[in-house]
C-alpha cells in the first residue's frame, strides 16, 4: 500500500529533522524547504498528498503560502503546524483552508492525528484551542477581520517583507520589480489602513494576523 507523500516547510532544521524522524514510519517523504515562496514552487511541481508548514516563514509567510496553494491545487491538503496560539492567527488559517492547525507544544501524536484527518477530508485543530472560550473569541474575531482591509497577493508579499526589515530595493529585487512599486504598494496600504509609517504599518498587520512576525 502506497504511503501518502508529505512535504514539510519550517525555517528551522532542527524542526524538520524532528518531523522527518516522526513521520517517517507511516508517510513517504516529499523534502523539506526552508520558506514560503520555495514552498508554493515545490509544493506545485512535485503534487504531495499533504503539506506540513509552519506560519512563521521567511519571504511568504505559511498562510500566505497555503492561499497560494489552494487557488492552485485545491485538493492538497496542508496542515499548519505553529507556536501561535493566537485566536486571530487560527481565523486566518482556516478562512484561507487550513486543513489543520497543531501547536508545536503539543503531543507530537497531535500532529499524526491531523494529518489522518486530512487525509479523511476533515479539519483537525488543536484540541486546547476547542476550549467554549476559545471558540467564543474564534466567532468575535471573525467579526472583526470581516471589517478590516482585504489586501491583494502582492500587497501581502511586499508586507511580508517588509515586516523581515528588508528595504523597497531589496523586496523590488526579490519580487521582480521596481522599488518605486514596492513604495507604491507600501503607501497604498498605509493609507487603506490609516496608519502614517512602515512600523505602524507592520504593527498593525501582525495585530490583525494578516503577516506573520
Do not use: W
Amino acid at each position: 500500500m502506497r504511503k501518502p507523500t508529505v512535504l514539510l516547510a519550517d525555517d528551522h532544521k532542527i524542526v524538520l529533522d524532528g518531523l522527518r524522524g516522526l513521520l517517517s514510519a507511516e508517510f513517504e517523504l516529499a523534502g523539506s524547504v526552508t520558506n514560503g515562496l520555495e514552498l508554493v514552487e515545490r509544493a506545485l511541481h512535485i503534487q504531495p498528498d499533504l503539506v506540513v508548514a509552519d506560519i512563521s516563514m521567511p519571504l511568504l509567510n505559511g498562510i500566505d503560502a497555503l492561499r497560494q496553494l489552494k487557488r492552485q491545487q485545491p485538493g492538497l491538503r496542508v496542515v499548519l503546524l505553529t507556536m501561535h496560539p493566537d485566536v486571530t492567527y487560527l481565523t486566518r488559517a482556516l478562512e484561507a483552508g487550513a486543513d489543520g492547525y497543531v501547536l508545536k507544544h503539543a503531543a507530537s501524536d497531535e500532529l499524526i492525528a491531523a494529518l489522518r484527518a486530512a487525509l479523511r477530508g476533515e479539519v483537525f485543530i488543536s484540541p486546547e484551542l476547542k476550549h467554549p472560550s476559545v471558540v467564543e473569541r474564534l466567532d468575535e474575531t471573525r467579526r472583526v477581520l470581516k471589517q478590516t482591509v482585504e489586501l491583494t497577493p502582492r500587497q501581502r508579499q511586499v508586507l511580508q517583507l517588509l515586516a523581515e526589515g528588508k528595504s523597497a530595493k531589496e523586496i523590488g529585487a526579490l519580487l521582480e520589480i521596481s522599488a518605486r512599486t514596492v513604495e507604491t504598494h507600501k503607501y497604498k496600504m498605509m493609507d487603506d489602513l490609516g496608519v502614517k509609517s512602515t512600523p505602524e504599518l507592520v504593527r498593525h498587520a501582525i495585530r490583525l494576523g494578516l503577516v506573520s512576525p
